[in-house]
């Protein structure tokens, strides 16, 4: 969500959206939620930020043909947590909404999102997804949602600026990094910034800037939770990240943007040749940015250990529908198979174009097709058509291999208190980073912080 929206819609490359209700007698195989077109049902909505409302408005067609329930998506302007936060105070009416994890454990401790442990559909889910996504997705051993979609981190450079700079490998190492820099600012004098690690206020990117830098060199900056301590506080490697983006800064060679969003796609237009960035910002920088070339490649994090992040969103059940279907039982029955629509294999579908219906991840497989975002059911990696479209701009094998290097952003994330500490650590670590604020102190500081929140909320 960090990542630039498209600038235009791009072709689909392939899921056709039907037409018609399929007759429940094509459902190959039993399945623990099937559609009943014929009943009257409560209408459902589910709510989410503004990205590809078009598509999730679509979708809630799409399940209303299928099952008969009503069902409709809204968009919540951003910033979509307070404006969440005042639907939920308000207990304005929302049986499903998006979530992200910096917000999971606030909402759950608050009790504005409520387990979804009892999913006709879970044992189905547990064995599919990725291992990492069902915990990013968990709060207290509870499982709160559905994926919307995942993504893993990792590196990306413009082969064409590395080719006038006579750069013939991606780095291996942030000191290669830091060379390849110095080469392309000296050889490629149209690229101002050849790092684009962002600093930005925004969503918090400078907090993860750091932290993505000190988990490729092996250190993961909190401890398992619940406790959450900073192993930050005595760590080389948080000391040798802060001084690193401070380095680039000094020597022009990092992109200077401090609040918001860069416009467009700027590895593409060479304002920067490198960056560590999701797989999705791939089909934004070689379909929608480049026209089909792909000038913008891909490889592992650089770093001792490759280490990366991976991240989930979430779609989770709203304490204003647990209070509906108290009185109308149909509103769960209705909530579950809308929530196994949107994140799980609940429709019944062609996808193999053999003739032969099956059950199929259908919004995630469309997702990936019409927009390039990734996906939490490891089987999508069997779809032909889904490989197939990441090849037009992406690299598969490297793709389906960064998530094996990968940690989650929900080992600090949950923290109820995280997202708060954030709003004080942005400033802190720009100081530090512009040469305002010594690096040891700064990172003290940010110590002594976490640890009077966490001592709040104990």
Request: net charge negative; hydrophobic share 35%.
């Amino acid at each position: 969500t960090a990542t630039p929206k498209p600038t235009a819609t791009p072709t689909p490359t392939a899921t056709p959206k039907p037409t018609a209700t399929p007759k429940p007698t094509a459902t190959p195989t039993a399945y623990p939620l099937t559609p009943n077109p014929s009943k009257k049902w409560p209408s459902l909505t589910l709510m989410g930020w503004e990205y590809r409302s078009d598509v999730q408005k679509d979708n809630a067609r799409i399940f209303t043909e299928y099952t008969g329930i009503p069902a409709s998506f809204e968009a919540c302007a951003e910033p979509y947590e307070d404006t969440m936060s005042t639907k939920f105070i308000g207990e304005e009416p929302v049986d499903l909404c998006y979530f992200r994890a910096r917000v999971l454990a606030s909402w759950a401790e608050a009790g504005w999102l409520v387990p979804i442990d009892d999913l006709p559909t879970i044992d189905i889910i547990r064995e599919e997804y990725y291992p990492y996504v069902i915990e990013q997705l968990s709060y207290k051993e509870h499982l709160y949602g559905l994926a919307y979609y995942t993504d893993v981190y990792c590196f990306a450079y413009n082969s064409d600026v590395f080719d006038e700079a006579g750069i013939t490998k991606p780095p291996e190492t942030w000191d290669d990094v830091r060379e390849y820099a110095r080469d392309i600012k000296k050889n490629v004098p149209d690229v101002q910034y050849p790092v684009g690690l962002s600093i930005s206020t925004f969503m918090d990117q400078v907090v993860d800037t750091w932290f993505r830098l000190m988990v490729s060199e092996g250190v993961i900056p909190f401890s398992e939770p619940p406790e959450f301590d900073p192993v930050f506080a005595e760590s080389d490697e948080a000391v040798w990240a802060l001084n690193y983006l401070k380095e680039l800064y000094d020597e022009g060679l990092l992109f200077p943007l401090l609040t918001g969003s860069p416009k467009g796609t700027p590895i593409v237009d060479r304002v920067y040749a490198m960056n560590v960035t999701t797989r999705y910002t791939f089909y934004q920088f070689n379909i929608v940015a480049a026209g089909g070339r792909k000038v913008i490649k891909a490889s592992l994090v650089p770093g001792k250990t490759h280490t990366t992040i991976s991240y989930s969103r979430g779609i989770g059940r709203t304490k204003m529908n647990k209070a509906r279907s108290e009185t109308n039982p149909d509103v769960e029955d209705a909530m579950w198979q809308m929530l196994d629509f949107w994140g799980g294999k609940y429709y019944v579908y062609d996808a193999d174009e053999d003739g032969v219906p099956e059950h199929v991840y259908w919004v995630a497989r469309r997702w990936m097709l019409e927009a390039g975002l990734y996906f939490a059911p490891k089987v999508l990696w069997n779809d032909k058509k889904v490989v197939e479209t990441i090849e037009k701009y992406g690299w598969p094998d490297i793709f389906a291999e960064v998530p094996k290097y990968a940690i989650g952003d929900d080992r600090w994330k949950k923290a109820v208190w995280f997202h708060e500490w954030c709003l004080g650590a942005t400033p802190v670590l720009q100081d530090a980073i512009l040469g305002k604020r010594d690096v040891k102190e700064a990172i003290k500081g940010l110590a002594e912080d976490w640890e009077a929140k966490r001592a709040e909320w104990k």
